[in-house]
């Protein structure tokens, strides 16, 4: 369905492969914390694209390029035999963030209804950057307060 | 084994499973695919151990630690908190040797407020957050 700033969010298919693959690259580009595997970031997005303990919702016009996309993927805690939804990436492309239409916001309600419609408590981690800033204030919104905190010890930085 | 549920309970949001702790602990203090840290007087009890396990992010295959939990056990926690941060310094050390990161992930509420203080105290400020949906509905 074409919402009123003429936007469809659907859900990704495998001929969606190579774009959502440019997108993961872009994505680790701007949060990784280690350096990106190509064959590791394929089988992720293959699995989602084909709905196997996931799914991938893409967002832009219709017939025109894809302008942003969530990976979801059903994993388990080292502790726990429960699955949860994990959201890999999310990640509105450079030239559609400062446009009208809301698309992060959109994602995010996509997972939420993933995430309810699936029956799995939903978790997404954010690192802090001045870009993910207004992806932070997005998700204090749509999911409220975060849930918990991320530290990272570089051994580099101390020898 | 035996102080995890407890861990998991104070800790987890999702239930704990004996069987998935046991075949995810038991590598890791074979010392095949992590580290654990314990703390206690020598011939004591254990007061206190850090699970850290070798892992990869999903989308690379450089290896890092992810510490998997830190538990003090509730007779032994001080204001101090002298134990936790033997084993945090424990987890820097492991990290400084095999020249891997150490990425730490903490729930945060009213009970773990003093937690994320020492944390800040040891590693700086956060580099992350992150939001769970629907857990405990």
């Known amino acids: 369905m074409v919402d009123s ?18 997108f993961a690259f872009m994505s680790c580009e701007e949060n990784g914390l280690t350096n990106a595997s190509i064959e590791k970031i394929a089988n992720e997005v ?24 969530v990976v979801l993927r059903v994993v388990k805690p080292w502790y726990s035999d429960e699955d949860i939804l994990e959201e890999k990436a999310i990640f509105i492309h450079p030239d559609y963030r400062s446009t009208r239409g809301g698309r992060a916001k959109k994602l995010c309600e996509f997972s939420k209804k993933a995430s309810q419609t699936m029956n799995m408590a939903l978790i997404s981690s954010v ?17 409220g307060k975060p849930g918990g905190v991320i530290f990272l ?7 | 084994m035996g102080w995890t549920p407890q861990h998991i309970k104070e800790a ?3 239930s704990g499973d004996a069987e998935k702790m046991a075949s995810f602990l038991w590598p890791i203090l074979e010392q095949k695919t992590g580290v654990c840290g314990v703390i206690g007087e020598p011939g004591g009890e254990l007061e206190g151990y850090v699970i850290l396990s070798i ?3 999903w989308y690379s295959t450089e290896k890092f630690y992810q510490e998997c939990g830190l538990f003090v056990s509730p007779n032994c926690r001080s204001s101090s908190a002298r134990r936790a941060i033997e084993l945090i310094r424990f987890a820097k050390k492991k990290s400084d040797e095999a020249g891997m990161r150490l990425l730490v992930g903490i729930i945060s ?8 203080r020492l944390y800040e105290r040891e590693f700086g400020k956060k ?10 509905d």
């Open chain 1, 5 to 22: 700033e003429g936007l469809e969010i659907r859900v990704a298919g495998p001929s969606d492969m190579n774009e959502i693959m440019s």
């Open chain 1, 46 to 69: 293959w699995s989602a694209l084909n709905l196997h303990f996931g799914i991938c919702a893409v967002i832009g016009k219709p017939e025109g390029p894809i302008e942003g996309a």
């Open chain 2, 109 to 116: 509420d009213n009970r773990t407020d003093a937690k994320i």
């Open chain 1, 153 to 159: 010890y570089k051994p580099s930085e101390k020898n």
């Open chain 1, 127 to 143: 690192m802090d950057s001045k870009e993910n800033e207004g992806k932070i204030r997005m998700y204090e919104r749509q999911i």
């Open chain 2, 127 to 136: 580099c992350g957050a992150y939001f769970v949906y629907g857990a405990g």
């Open chain 2, 12 to 14: 987890g949001f999702s």
């Open chain 2, 55 to 57: 892992t990869e992010m």
